[in-house]
């Protein structure tokens, strides 16, 4: 984060010294190299490819699982903290935006309890005897 | 009280950093979110709230696919299309996740070239990520069109579980709903881009204020987050 930050100084001042006054005032909004963008951009093509491979080469069970979720949280996470440069923002806003869905885990994990519990009631009681 | 209707306020020297910044930025009387103009600060609630809309949605269908006794339908089979004579499974969704990724690169690029003001290259760059973004549509379309040929309706499909065709009618609608509403969006910006009406400060014809390049961005966050929700839709819905 440390390094993030003056990183982003860096960006900052670089421009507002050699432009004109008003663009000065005007261009401390998020500016990084190209080149970042271009790098990230390369590693979404590359997960989605893993990420379809994973069904292409038709795995199966905890690996499947396992694989579907990290390519998922690894592109989740790029396009957040550089597309939408969260990575640069203040932590009062990262945290603001990024710890509420905490709460959807929670919710997630209740769901999960009651969907097993219907299943294990529809299976006693309802299933077609087979 | 001045300080907090300042669109883009100045950035005093020192703020402190970590937990304690946090704890400063939010607890000393006057806006909390220190260097963010207040329309990215409403851009990204606006998206924390679409956040939690398409986990319920993500969250109803992973109830529905672990409370059935039925077996799902295999959506790599359901997706898969014939290419040639080739039978390629769940290729049409994986062709509209590259769409969208190159729609969220040329859109990072836009932003980038905004805030160098350059004005040709970001609207330029909008409408090429509206043309994808309008591409994705298409062929969601095409897609919505095949399945319901296929007889699959929201209370039922031939393949398995009923609740399949609910989930997914429900989850690529409101998706889809909300690339058309970005690719519109982003028409609008990328015509006052180019315009010049942040070059020159023009005042928007309804809230009369003078608009930045920072709007660039905010369209963008937009953008990037529609892509996002469609990385967990690919991940839960299609791939699971």
């Given at each position: 984060m440390t390094n993030a930050a003056v990183h982003m100084e860096g960006q900052l001042h670089a421009p507002a010294h050699g432009a004109v006054a008003t663009a000065a005032v005007h261009a401390k909004g998020q500016q990084h190299p190209i080149k970042l963008y271009l790098v990230v951009w390369g590693w979404l093509f590359v997960l989605s490819t893993c990420s379809y491979l994973v069904d292409y080469f038709g795995l199966h069970g905890y690996l499947r699982w396992s694989l579907i979720l990290l390519f998922m949280i690894l592109k989740a996470g790029l396009i957040v903290a550089v597309f939408m440069h969260m990575a640069w923002e203040r932590l009062a806003l990262a945290y603001a935006i990024l710890l509420p869905p905490i709460a959807v885990l929670v919710f997630v994990s209740i769901m999960v309890l009651e969907s097993e519990y219907t299943h294990f009631l529809r299976v006693l009681f309802f299933a077609a005897p087979s | 009280m001045a300080e907090t209707v300042l669109t883009n306020p100045g950035q005093s020297p020192a703020r402190l950093e970590g937990w304690r910044g946090i704890a400063a930025d939010w607890a000393s009387?006057?806006?909390?979110?220190?260097?963010?103009s207040w329309g990215k600060a409403m851009m990204w609630i606006f998206l924390l709230s679409d956040t939690f809309i398409f986990s319920c949605f993500l969250l109803s269908y992973m109830t529905a696919r672990m409370s059935t006794t039925v077996p799902w339908p295999n959506p790599s089979e359901v997706f898969a299309l014939n290419i040639g004579g080739n039978h390629i499974p769940l290729i049409l969704i994986a062709i509209m996740t590259f769409v969208l990724i190159s729609s969220s690169g040329t859109m990072a690029m836009a932003v980038n070239f905004g805030y160098r003001r350059d004005r040709v290259r970001t609207a330029i760059l909008m409408l090429v990520t509206a043309a994808f973004g309008a591409t994705f549509v298409g062929m969601q379309a095409f897609e919505w069109t095949k399945l319901i040929m296929e007889g699959v309706r929201p209370w039922g499909?031939?393949?398995?579980?009923?609740?399949f065709g609910a989930s997914f009618f429900m989850i690529t609608g409101f998706h889809g709903t909300h690339v058309t509403i970005g690719v519109i969006f982003l028409i609008a910006i990328a015509r006052k881009v180019f315009r010049g009406d942040f070059d020159v400060e023009r005042r928007g014809f309804f809230t009369s204020r003078k608009g930045y390049y920072e709007i660039v961005e905010i369209t963008g966050l937009y953008w990037h987050f529609v892509d996002l929700v469609w990385v967990f839709i690919f991940a839960f819905f299609y791939l699971w």
């Open positions: - | 009387d006057q806006r909390a979110f220190k260097n963010v499909n031939p393949w398995g579980a009923p609740q």
